[in-house]
């Protein structure tokens, strides 16, 4: 009897000391899979080694950017933004089938003194990210600045860009659109006149950040729609995302597919079509002007006739009766079908009517006469 006792005893214990374990190995494997994580082969390390970030939990094939950054820590992030890392050294990852990667990252010292941490962020689709602490031997360290107290801004509502493309858009006058969003003050004191950072980035270029400033004031517990102008380049096309940024965090980010300006692709192809044909009517008119005329015979031919030539050369045209004094001086001009020698009408003797028998030319049976 005691050794039952004794057995159910032990098997009590060691389910006290299994389960708990269990619980907390599930628990993590889920937290591992709800977020993204990432873990260092080293703490720390000096300038010129390597150390292979480890990652778990993210999207399949997602491609990511790992870099060292300082003056920043996992519970408040990357606190200078991308300016506080070593962007010349950082690495891109693509995630695999189920979302983990493994990859060597080349130790460098970040401009901004640490503490320090390997940020890992999303480099397209939906932003994710997170920090790893990490040690850069023989960098400065100095204190983080203080976290203001008082007002802090947080996104209720997801982005959106209001506003549409024109006519001349269309011919490659700078995109412009406004971006609205809902934020709220989840601090103890009011923000006045916050001072955002909106920034447009090209497919995997980073953003260029320009600073906005918001008039009004949000008191604690209150939200507001704030509404900020971003204008992008002229003739800009493809794939961009707007950011917005505030006390050194990404507040939100929002895609924007810009159109190509095919009008000024029209306008080239109709200048490189007139252009040549405006070149080449120049020159024949100057090559019609600049060649000499040719003058030959044939130009007598073609000429206008006047009034007076018409009327003697009409056969039927008889103006006034003309006498022999007339006919001896001037004679009648022949037909144009019809020579002086085969004129029917003029003989070798002058006479006018058909010949006769005493013609000279009359042929009878005994020959000429």
Not at 27 to 42: E, F, I, M, N, Y
Not at 341 to 355: F, H, K, R, V
Request: hydrophobic share 40%; proline share 9%.
């Amino acid at each position: 009897m005691d050794g039952k006792i004794r057995a159910a005893a032990l098997g009590a214990v060691l389910a006290l000391l299994l389960v708990p374990s269990a619980v907390v190995g599930s628990a993590g494997s889920v937290a591992a899979a709800g977020k993204p994580a990432v873990t260092l082969s080293k703490s720390e390390a000096g300038t010129g080694g390597s150390i292979t970030v480890t990652g778990s939990g993210w999207r399949p094939g997602t491609l990511l950017m790992m870099l060292v950054c300082g003056q920043s820590v996992p519970s408040r992030g990357v606190i200078g933004g991308t300016n506080s890392c070593a962007n010349a050294d950082g690495r891109a990852v693509t995630t695999d089938a189920k979302g983990g990667f493994s990859r060597k990252l080349p130790v460098a010292e970040p401009p901004e003194p640490c503490p320090c941490v390997v940020h890992v962020a999303t480099v397209t689709g939906e932003k994710a990210e997170a920090d790893a602490v990490f040690m850069v031997a023989g960098h400065a360290v100095e204190p983080l600045p203080k976290e203001e107290s008082g007002g802090r801004i947080s996104v209720l509502t997801d982005p959106r860009l209001d506003g549409s493309s024109g006519l001349l858009t269309w011919f490659g006058s700078p995109p412009s659109r406004t971006l609205v969003l809902t934020v709220g003050n989840v601090g103890t004191g009011p923000v006045k006149n916050p001072v955002f950072q909106v920034g447009t980035s090209h497919g995997v270029f980073a953003p260029q950040w320009e600073e906005q400033q918001w008039r009004g004031s949000i008191a604690p517990g209150r939200k507001a729609q704030i509404r900020l102008p971003v204008e992008l380049s002229a003739g800009a096309h493809g794939d961009y995302t707007i950011s917005l940024k505030y006390g050194g965090k990404v507040l939100a980010e929002q895609p924007w597919g810009v159109g190509r300006p095919w009008g000024v692709t029209v306008f080239w192809i109709l200048l490189c079509v007139v252009v040549p044909a405006a070149v080449f009517r120049v020159g024949m008119a100057v090559v019609d002007r600049v060649r000499p005329r040719r003058s030959t015979g044939r130009a007598g031919r073609h000429r206008g006739l006047r009034p007076g030539e018409l009327t003697l050369r009409l056969p039927w045209a008889n103006p006034a009766p003309r006498t022999p004094a007339d006919d001896s001086a001037s004679p009648v001009p022949a037909l144009p079908w019809f020579t002086p020698e085969t004129d029917p009408g003029t003989g070798a003797n002058g006479q006018l009517s058909a010949p006769h028998e005493n013609g000279p030319t009359t042929q009878t049976r005994k020959g000429h006469t």
